[in-house]
């Protein structure tokens, strides 16, 4: 059995593999005819074949192995990728995936699945069909790598079987090979476990002279006659692991002659030599070996050359395959070079470090307290330095869980492949326009996100864009453009979906809005609420209930969702030129810069990259605003008492404080007692029983062990908004404010 | 570890002890290379190898394959166990041609 842990690594190897290759087949499918991205994908198929080959996953072998032949022959050339061929890629790709998540699962694929894997692989071999002959030999003779021909065995007509009943098997070995940590011979003895080796001849042509001898590089290679009931897949992946660097022919029982008589021509010893061997392991008789040299040189272009010739030749021949695999094994090692910079780390270590450090910062905010009432300068001054160390260390931890929204994670990348199915299943030309990939955000609200943007991107491919003919008549280019967007803004990360398309028609929202109970009749709402509104649960406006939307269930889910984040979501539309919705989030959910601030006896934390500035109440105070809006420098700042709002008692001071908060194009002024500075807020969830305290997002525990609030701007301004257009909405929008 | 010990000088006699492996490869080479230069007939007492590999067997290919270059006569003597399995599975002992002592397996 294999051990778990093993199994985990493949699964999540395998998945990386398969992102990799989706990302590249999206690119191909594209038109882009660039021989890296197909060998990248070759590369991943090949991976994947060798490593489940070691865990004897067989359907995944043979799956793998199907798309892998077909892959090499796209690779020398001989079957051109194509938009179809991509989205047959395509379809493996997703069925390799749920292979590789029933491997994770330890569960059976489904009989379906398997029918469906049986069906691709037979679109698959239909490209290994009628090919030219020879091409194995011209790719060596091309300067590529030799590339293992497995699937396909060429045959032509009117040609003599050889009468063995053995396997027989070429193989050279690379002279890497020892480097890489394996042992020729180990595989002598695998072989042995499949079968009977009868005959073995170990061919040592190529160790060179001793000067240029290299002790630590492979100079070896087997001719091996075998005997086995094993089929070829199982003889052939026994190699998986010198594939790459290695020779490796491997003709089957009854092979014809003309095979034996390519093999004999793609080895690099010389030809006479090879035919002993191949009569000494008893793979040919002594008169078939005749035959084949006969016909060798009837079909060779040049009759009966002279060995010198041949020699040169195959010197020529053998330069540029030993400089391409030497350019393959340098790639491959850059490659594990730059993986090796990459550490895998379980999320919980990580989670378990943070909240290390969130003790830390309070531990140490209150040793900063005890040395500011000692009053000793010494020790103060050595704290201040702890607390900027530890400030640090914080800042570091945190920046380990942050990754880039469109990299490592390939959440932008995946929206590709959405928007390719979803076009397709629409019949709209829809592209998509990526921007600010490399934005970094906390992975777990990174992992958060995914199902609510794939369902914001689906329901404007479904809703906003038009089908090409309305689009075509608004005067629009027929091709819908899809864009998302992030970046930081305000402490914040902001999401951005947005679409070209026909916008949101506000009446039909207001009717069904009305319709539903939602919104009383005749009221006045504004454009913005009017959108938003399809944020409630149960509302739709599509009128035909199709296989992505319009089902009425989701855009609350979604808003749920970004709620559960602590985040807020809104919706922009402009009439006819399409729609852009907003996901606006914290950028942590752990630590934060906080400013602390004191109402009554109790403190208070506000976000610090919230707060605009700070003023004296007094001196903007007037009359006019009814106690609720500010003249800040001449604009309109709606205010809260945060003594009022929170219901402290305590006694009054003499000058209150203004801390100007600002959330997306918000602002607010929010009243204090004390202004008591920065401190360092490590963000305490509060318990079920608050769930309904909109204006408090959690709680923390300052450096003298009390407990702090920490408010909620967004959730506080919703409230104040809430309660003040419940109030007098008029009168504030003839004033012009938020 | 790899350990070439002089047996006697006049002779040419070595012993190469216990790897003869990859790890060993590369100062055996040399080792052997230097043995070989300062003398006609050189043996290479083979008893006390404890572990060989493919890289080994290829150094002894390599070794015999200088000696047939520069004239000189190379033995192999005392084949231990793990070189005599190595040999026959590799079927190169015809290749060196040294005589060796056939040890029955223990059934």
Redesign the interface.
């Given at each position: 059995m294999i051990p778990d842990e093993y199994l985990q690594t493949f699964v999540v190897e395998c998945k990386e593999l398969l992102e990799h290759m989706e990302e590249a087949l999206l690119i191909v499918e594209q038109a882009e005819q660039d021989p890296e991205i197909i060998n990248a994908i070759f590369r991943a198929a090949h991976t994947i074949k060798g490593s489940a080959g070691m865990f004897g996953l067989d359907p995944v072998v043979e799956f793998t192995h199907a798309a892998e032949s077909v892959l090499d022959r796209v690779r020398s050339g001989e079957v051109s990728m194509n938009a179809v061929l991509a989205a047959l890629f395509i379809e493996a790709h997703d069925h390799l995936k749920e292979l590789i998540g029933h491997v994770a699962e330890g569960s059976h694929p489904a009989a379906a699945t398997d029918s469906q894997g049986k069906i691709l692989i037979a679109q698959l071999e239909a490209y290994l069909g009628e090919t030219p002959t020879e091409q194995a030999g011209n790719s060596v003779s091309s300067g590529e790598m030799p590339v293992i021909q497995t699937a396909n065995v060429e045959r032509e007509h009117s040609d003599v079987v050889v009468g063995t009943d053995l396997w027989h098997l070429s193989l050279r070995f690379g002279p890497e090979v020892?480097?890489n940590g394996m042992?020729?011979?180990s595989f002598?003895?695998c072989l042995a476990s499949l079968g009977s080796i009868e005959?073995?001849?170990?061919i040592?042509d190529a160790?060179p002279?001793?000067a240029q001898?290299d002790?630590?590089s492979?100079?070896?290679g087997f001719e091996i006659s075998f005997s086995s009931e094993a089929d070829k897949l199982a003889i052939d992946s026994l190699f998986n692991f010198v594939r790459s660097d290695c020779f490796i022919r491997i003709l089957p029982p009854r092979s014809k002659a003309s095979e034996y008589q390519r093999l004999i021509r793609e080895l690099p010893e010389q030809e006479m030599r090879l035919g002993e061997i191949l009569v000494k392991c008893g793979t040919l008789t002594r008169e078939e070996l005749d035959n084949i040299l006969r016909i060798q040189s009837q079909h060779g272009d040049e009759p009966q050359r002279p060995i010198g010739e041949v020699l040169v030749e195959q010197q020529m021949v053998s330069s540029p395959v030993v400089e391409a695999a030497l350019a393959k094994q340098k790639q491959v090692k850059d490659n594990k070079k730059s993986e090796a910079q990459l550490i895998r780390v379980d999320a919980e270590k990580l989670d378990e470090l943070i909240n290390l450090v969130g003790e830390l910062i309070i531990a140490g905010a209150g040793t900063n307290l005890i040395a500011r009432r000692a009053g000793m300068a010494e020790l103060m001054e050595s704290t201040a330095t702890l607390s900027r160390l530890v400030e640090d260390v914080r800042d570091s931890a945190l920046a380990l869980r942050m990754v880039q929204i469109g990299g490592t994670f390939n959440r932008f990348t995946r929206f590709t492949r959405v928007v390719r199915d979803v076009s397709k299943e629409l019949g709209k030309d829809i592209d998509l326009v990526i921007s600010g990939g490399d934005t970094e955000l906390d992975k777990t609200v990174v992992e958060k996100i995914g199902d609510p943007l794939t369902h914001l991107v689906r329901n404007s491919m479904d809703h906003g864009i038009e089908a090409a003919e309305l689009r075509l008549a608004r005067g629009k280019p027929a091709k819908g453009t899809l864009r998302l967007n992030a970046y930081h803004d305000a402490g914040s990360i902001v999401i951005e979906v947005s679409d070209d398309g026909g916008g949101l028609n506000k009446e039909k929202i207001l009717n069904k809005a009305i319709e539903r109970g939602l919104v009383a009749e005749g009221a006045n709402l504004s454009d913005k609420e009017i959108y938003n509104l399809i944020f409630e649960a149960g509302f739709s406006t599509a009128d035909t209930v199709s296989n992505l939307s319009g089902r009425g269930v989701g855009m609350d889910v979604v808003r749920r969702n970004i709620h559960a984040l602590r985040g807020t979501i809104d919706l922009d539309s402009v009439d006819g030129q399409g729609s852009t919705t907003r996901i606006r989030l914290p950028l942590t959910l752990a630590i934060i810069d906080g400013f602390m601030v004191g109402v009554g006896n109790a403190s208070y934390v506000i976000p610090l990259d919230m707060v605009v500035e700070c003023v004296e109440l007094s001196a903007w105070e007037s009359g006019e605003g009814g106690g609720q809006y500010l003249n800040l420098r001449g604009e309109v700042l709606p205010y809260r008492r945060l003594r009022d709002h929170f219901d402290r008692e305590g006694d009054l001071v003499q000058r209150e404080n203004v801390v100007v908060v600002r959330y997306g194009e918000h602002k607010a002024g929010l009243v204090v007692d004390k202004l008591m500075g920065e401190f360092q807020t490590v963000i305490k969830p509060l318990g079920k029983l608050f769930k309904g305290e909109k204006s408090i997002g959690g709680f923390t525990i300052l450096g003298s062990g009390e407990v702090a609030l920490i408010v909620d701007v967004p959730g506080l301004m919703g409230q104040i908004e809430h309660e003040k257009e419940a109030g007098e909405s008029v009168s504030m929008r003839r004033s012009g404010a938020v | 570890m790899a350990n070439v010990k002089n047996k006697n000088q006049q002779s040419g006699r070595i012993a190469i002890t216990g790897e003869l492996t990859?790890y060993t490869?590369?100062e055996?080479?040399d080792q052997l290379?230097a043995a070989l230069s300062v003398t006609e007939a050189l043996e290479l007492d083979l008893s006390e190898v404890g572990e060989i590999?493919?890289?080994g067997?290829?150094?002894l290919?390599?070794?015999k394959?200088?000696a047939a270059?520069s004239g000189k006569a190379l033995s192999f003597t005392g084949h231990s166990s793990v070189v005599l399995d190595?040999l026959d599975?590799?079927?190169?002992a015809g290749?060196f041609g040294d005589p060796l002592l056939i040890v029955r397996k223990p059934l």
């Open positions: 020892f480097r042992d020729p011979f002598v003895r005959e073995l001849v170990t040592i160790i002279a001793a001898m002790p630590e492979c100079y070896l | 990859i490869a590369l055996l080479k290379l590999d493919a890289a067997l290829q150094l290919v390599m070794i394959q200088q270059v190595l599975l590799s079927g190169l290749f």
